[in-house]
């Protein structure tokens, strides 16, 4: 898939987090009107808050509703010890998304939001259980429970938006989140693990499509929003929070397949192995192919590093654990002097540096947590982590930016194509 020329959606797939304008701390004036049975409070000026900030806000929380509501899932079909604190992490996204909500449709529209939400992530759970059981009467009554969220669902945005997301568009979109969830879970409990982890990078990167339509939604209906969604830089940045959250995501997965013997671990493996081959895809477009080269090699060895540590905790061998973190620690030193050495010292070394000891704590932090049952915690810190790769993200392009200047290429810098190295 092309980093920066992603098919635009002009309406909203599933629409947690719409209007989310936390990122910049929206203030909300009292100006009201009630439009379509929502309390819907007119924002006359969004402190701080850029178009291009709620673009990534709502990527970054749309894209982590799939991946804790496919996890959620999947450990319930499987019925999987963690299936309570998955569920838990889910109901944390479900939360902060009635927050964001409540800034800008403030305590009616966040209720409404949430009552929604809630009733729609219960009856992917009501579908999990039947398939689980086998109860094929309780799998349909779930997916037409669903097929009624989503008219539901729905006519709540049409109302908020005052028609520019139309009942009958926004409930056709919603479908595809439908089926790739049902469509994930259906293969997972069918031992197809493969075809599970593809339509898990389907169902991820469907949210970042849809939330920048969603985004331009809402900048072209809301007033206060500076700047814009469109932008080759703000592309890039997306482009990267979307791959480095992915990394992030799938890295964690696999340890945990990993540290608990579970069968989907090789699958799990080779959807991070697709991941890497996207990231090396868009450095490559920056730094040409030998960057590219390089770049991938010091990532696939890192992984394989993540890997070992992973199987030295399986195993109890402590000495394992240990060789690993020290090849860590020696690829965060290579890895950073290789970005600041290609960016021409626009992405300094002891940033990245101190940016990738984060990750690494993050990493192995949670597949400890994970190992020892203490799975809420990792799931807290699977949160830290996901978010984490947002901020690295964001430095990581502007360092692109100011690298690149003037010869950032008219068609954005691509996946497979459109970029050249300074």
């Known amino acids: ?32 009107t009630e439009t379509g049975g929502v309390n819907n409070v007119v924002n006359a ?4 808050v850029t178009a291009e900030e709620l673009r990534i806000t709502l990527e970054r929380q749309l894209g982590q509703h799939a991946l804790l509501a496919i996890e959620a899932m999947r450990a319930g079909v499987a019925g999987q010890d963690h299936f309570d604190a998955a569920a838990g992490a889910l109901g944390k996204n479900t939360d902060d998304l ?17 009552e929604l939400w809630t009733n729609h992530i219960g009856f992917f759970v009501d579908y999990t259980v039947g398939l689980a059981e086998g109860d094929q ?28 997301l139309p009942q009958n568009a926004v409930a056709d979109l919603l479908q595809s989140h439908v089926d790739q969830l049902i469509g994930q879970v259906e293969a997972y409990h069918d031992e197809d693990y493969k075809k599970a982890a593809s339509t898990t990078r389907e169902a991820y990167a469907h949210m970042f499509a849809t939330a920048k339509g969603l985004a331009n939604a ?18 890039l940045r997306s482009s990267l929070g979307q791959l ?14 990993g540290v608990s013997g579970q069968d989907d671990f090789e699958a799990i493996a080779g959807a991070l192995n697709e991941n890497t081959k996207d990231l090396t895809a868009a450095i ?33 061998d402590q000495q394992k654990q240990d060789d690993a973190l020290k090849r860590l620690e020696q690829y965060r030193q290579d890895f950073s002097n290789f970005l600041d050495t290609a960016s021409d010292g626009s992405i300094p070394a002891d940033v990245v540096a101190d940016g990738l000891q984060m990750h690494v704590n993050q990493l192995t932090s949670q597949v400890k947590q994970f190992n020892d049952g203490d799975f809420e915690g990792a799931f807290a810190t699977a949160d830290e982590a996901y978010n984490h790769m947002y901020d690295t993200a964001k430095a990581l392009s502007a360092g692109i930016v100011a690298f690149m200047g003037d010869e950032m290429p008219a068609g954005g810098v691509e996946t497979g194509a459109g970029g050249t190295a300074k």
Request: charged share 20%; hydrophobic share 40%.
């Open 45 to 48: 000026q969004q402190a701080e």
């Open 137 to 164: 009467q309780k799998q349909n009554q779930a997916k037409k429970r669903l097929d009624q969220y989503r008219k539901d669902f729905g006519a709540f945005l049409e109302g908020a938006t005052e028609g520019e």
């Open 1 to 32: 898939m092309s980093l920066l020329s992603r098919t635009r959606i002009a309406a909203v797939s599933v629409a947690a987090g719409l209007l989310v304008t936390a990122c910049g701390g929206a203030v909300a004036t009292q100006n009201t």
């Open 218 to 235: 809402i900048v072209s209906t809301q007033d206060g929003f500076d700047g814009s969604v469109e932008g080759q830089a703000i592309d």
């Open 98 to 114: 009635t927050e964001s909500i409540r800034l800008v449709y403030g305590d009616e529209g966040a209720e409404k939001f949430n």
């Open 244 to 257: 480095l959250g992915e990394h992030a995501a799938i890295a964690m997965q696999a340890m945990r397949a």
């Open 284 to 316: 490559s477009s920056v730094f040409g192919e030998e960057g590219g080269q390089a770049f991938m090699k010091m990532w696939a060895d890192h992984i394989d590093f993540f890997v070992q540590y992973t199987v030295g905790l399986a195993e109890g």
